[in-house]
């Protein structure tokens, strides 16, 4: 069984920062995805960005990332090495960017379907963002 626990939220001025972690646990194979979601109040959940994992070579796997429009340039995904914790930088940060930040990981997905949450198997409880002017 997969456990996602997310960490990190917390209430900053616009234009602050913030980095939410997701600790992965029980096994998700050698090829998956993992993601964060976000979900502000009376708005559905939307994908923020995710990393596909899978295929290439045993000495190097592939990993691709996406990142939703409304965050590029200001949000970054990662992953540690361990490949245990998912990271989410955020950079910049908006009013619109408040919300309940949830992390989700499922099979392995091709062209950024990785950012709707209708693939998702394993979801996390969440961390709230608040962002105040």
């Known amino acids: 069984q997969v456990q996602l626990l997310e960490s990190g939220g917390g209430s900053v001025q616009a234009g602050g920062s913030l980095k939410l972690s997701c600790v992965v646990s029980?096994?998700?194979?050698?090829?998956?995805?993992l993601g964060w979601f976000r979900q502000a109040p009376g708005k559905e959940r939307e994908g923020v960005a995710c990393i596909v994992t899978g295929g290439g070579t045993p000495n190097l796997v592939s990993r691709s990332t996406y990142t939703s429009d409304s965050v590029k340039g200001r949000f970054t995904i990662s992953q540690d090495n361990a490949e245990n914790t998912l990271y989410l930088q955020m950079n910049n940060l908006k009013s619109e960017d408040t919300a309940m930040y949830y992390c989700g990981a499922g099979p392995r997905l091709y062209s950024g379907a990785c950012l709707s949450d209708d693939h998702m198997d394993y979801w996390g409880k969440g961390t709230l963002v608040t962002i105040f002017s």
């Open positions: 029980g096994n998700l194979g050698s090829s998956y995805s």
